[in-house]
C-alpha cells in the first residue's frame, strides 16, 4: 500500500494558490470575452487563465454565447456521434471509506458481491443482446479485486459471443444470420490506480481508456472526503495517470466529482491535469468525465452535497471544458436526468452511458439495493437511442481508431485539427447501421435509414465510396467494416 502523505506536504504538478485565485476572478471584459471565443473557434484550445475567465461568466447572454460557441466546436471536431457504452460493475466491495460513495466501507446498508467469471459473462451476454459493443468495466477497491481477477474478467467479456442478426424479428438467429454472433469490441476500464507494472498488464490485456477520476483537486478537501484506506493517498492517486502512460496506456480518462469542491477550482484543476499530460508525454486525456454527485444509501453526505452545482453552471463548466480541450472526449453518464442530457449534448459531450446499471449483476436484474449511486436516466438503450434519431445524433459504437491504432498521440494528431471528423463520421453511421439492422423495431430501423441516408453526404469526398460501399454490404450481413 503507497504511503500516505499529509496535505500539508504534499508537491505535485498543481500549483494550488494558482489555482484558488483563478476560480475566483471577475467576469472578463467584453473585448477580452469575445477574444477568447474567437480564439477557442480555432481549436487550439485556451489556457487554463482563459478559460478561469469564461468561468467567472454570469450573464445570460455571455452564458448563451459561450454555449452556441461550444457547440460549433463540438460539431466541428466530432460531428453529430455519439459513442454509447454501458458501465459493467464486477465488485463492490471496497476497503476505502469516501463518505460520498455508496460503496463505502463503513456502510453496512450495502449489499456486498463479487460476480463470478461465469456471472460476468452472463452480464455481458445481456448487453450484447442489447446492442452494445464497448464496456466500461468498473470495481470497488479491495484484496477481492486483484489484479488477476480484473484481467480474467477483461477475458471473459471479450470471449463471449451472442448470435445476431433476427433478434429483432424473433427469428432463430443462427438459422436467419448464417452464423453471425456480436461480440465486445472495446473494453474500458475505470480501476484504482496501480504501479507501472499493473498497467502493463491491462495493457496487454487490449483494453482501451483508462480512466480514474481524481474526484477533488484540493488536497486538503481529498482528506476530507476519503478519510482512510487505500484512497486517502492523493498523491498517489494524482500521479496514476502518469504510471499508466509510463505502462504503455495511450488513452487515459480523468474527472472530477462536481459537488464535493467549487466547480470552477475543479475545471481549473481538471485543465491543469490535462496540460501537465500534455507538457509531459506529448498527449493530453483521451476523456473527461463530468459526474455530479447523486444520493446514494449508505452515504449520508451524497444527499446533501457541500457545493452543489446548479443546472446552469454544469452547462457553463461542460462548455467551458469543450472549448478548452477541443480534442478531448467528454462523458456525460446516466448519473443526469434525460432532458437535461438531451441539452447538454449539444454543448459538448460526445460520449455516453445508456442504460446502466450501476450494481454487480444488476443487468437482468429489478434489484438495486447493491448501486454505487442513484441514476437518473432510467431509459433503455433503445429508448435512448430513439430519441438520439429524434434530435439528429447519429448512435455511435464505433470502435475503429482503437483497433487501427488511432490512439494516444496519434488519434491527438487528427483531433486537434478537427480531422477525426472524416473517420468518425463514416465509422459512427456504420455502426449505427449494424444496430439497426440487428436490434430495432420496424419503426426505429425505418427513421434511422432515413437518418443514414441524409447524413451520408456529408462525409468527406475520399471517404464517400468507402461509406456507401460499407452501408451496402452492413445491409446485406456483413458486419464489423471500419476505416
Not at 467479456?157 to 433476427?166: A, L
Not at 448519473?335 to 460520449?351: C, I
Not at 453511421?429 to 451520408?456: N, R
Amino acid at each position: 500500500m503507497p504511503v500516505i502523505q499529509t496535505p500539508q506536504k504534499t508537491k505535485t504538478f498543481l500549483e494550488y494558490g494558482k489555482l484558488e485565485e483563478l476560480s475566483h476572478l471577475d467576469p472578463p471584459s467584453e473585448s477580452e470575452f469575445f477574444r477568447i471565443l474567437q480564439k477557442a473557434r480555432e481549436l487550439r484550445g485556451l489556457t487554463t487563465e482563459e478559460a478561469a475567465l469564461l468561468l467567472a461568466c454570469t450573464e445570460e447572454e455571455s452564458l448563451r454565447i459561450l454555449l452556441e460557441t461550444a457547440q460549433w466546436v463540438k460539431n466541428e471536431i466530432y460531428g453529430k456521434r455519439l459513442v454509447l457504452f454501458a458501465p459493467l460493475y464486477i465488485s463492490n466491495y471496497c476497503t476505502n471509506d469516501c463518505l460520498y460513495c455508496g460503496f463505502r466501507r463503513s456502510n453496512l446498508r450495502m449489499h456486498r458481491r463479487t460476480l463470478s467469471l461465469e456471472e460476468i459473462a452472463q452480464q455481458t451476454r445481456i448487453l450484447l443482446e442489447q446492442g452494445h459493443k464497448r464496456i466500461l468495466l468498473i470495481a470497488g477497491e479491495s484484496d477481492l479485486q486483484t489484479l488477476s481477477y480484473t484481467l480474467d474478467a477483461i477475458r471473459t467479456c471479450y470471449n463471449v459471443r451472442v448470435p445476431v442478426g433476427s433478434i429483432r424479428l424473433g427469428r432463430d438467429p443462427f438459422k436467419d444470420a448464417g452464423h453471425r454472433t456480436a461480440q465486445i469490441r472495446r473494453i474500458n476500464v475505470e480501476l484504482a490506480p496501480l504501479d507501472v507494472q499493473g498497467y502493463r498488464a491491462l495493457k496487454k490485456a487490449q483494453i482501451g481508456t483508462y480512466v480514474c477520476f481524481q474526484e477533488t483537486y484540493d488536497p486538503e478537501l481529498y482528506q476530507v472526503m476519503h478519510p482512510s484506506g487505500p484512497k486517502a493517498d492523493y498523491r498517489y492517486r494524482l500521479y496514476c495517470m502518469d504510471r499508466a502512460m509510463e505502462g504503455g496506456i495511450n488513452d487515459v480518462g480523468i474527472g472530477a466529482l462536481f459537488g464535493l469542491g467549487p466547480y470552477r477550482y475543479e475545471v481549473l484543476g481538471l485543465l491543469e491535469h490535462a496540460k501537465h499530460l500534455e507538457e509531459t508525454f506529448g498527449c493530453g486525456p483521451h476523456t473527461v468525465s463530468v459526474p455530479r454527485v447523486e444520493p446514494a444509501v449508505g452515504a449520508p453526505l451524497s444527499q446533501n452535497p457541500p457545493k452543489p452545482v446548479r443546472d446552469q453552471d454544469f452547462k457553463k463548466l461542460i462548455a467551458v471544458i469543450r472549448v478548452a480541450l477541443p480534442y478531448t472526449g467528454i462523458i456525460l453518464s446516466t448519473r443526469e436526468r434525460p432532458e437535461l442530457r438531451q441539452e447538454l449534448f449539444a454543448y459538448g459531450v460526445s460520449q455516453i452511458s445508456a442504460g446502466s446499471k450501476t450494481d454487480p449483476g444488476g443487468y437482468g436484474s429489478h434489484e438495486e439495493e447493491a448501486s454505487q449511486f442513484t441514476v437518473g436516466d432510467h431509459r433503455t438503450l433503445a429508448e435512448v437511442i430513439d430519441s438520439l434519431i429524434d434530435d439528429g445524433y447519429i448512435p455511435s459504437f464505433c470502435t475503429g481508431c482503437y483497433r487501427r491504432g488511432r490512439v494516444g498521440a496519434d488519434f491527438m494528431d487528427l483531433a486537434k485539427p478537427g480531422l477525426i471528423k472524416k473517420f468518425c463520421l463514416p465509422n459512427g453511421l456504420i455502426t449505427f447501421a449494424e444496430y439497426l439492422y440487428d436490434f430495432a423495431p420496424p419503426d426505429v430501423l425505418s427513421k434511422g435509414l432515413q437518418l443514414i441516408d441524409s447524413l451520408k453526404n456529408e462525409a468527406p469526398s475520399e471517404v464517400k465510396p468507402f461509406l456507401d460501399e460499407a452501408l451496402r454490404r452492413t445491409a446485406l450481413g456483413e458486419r464489423d467494416l471500419y476505416l
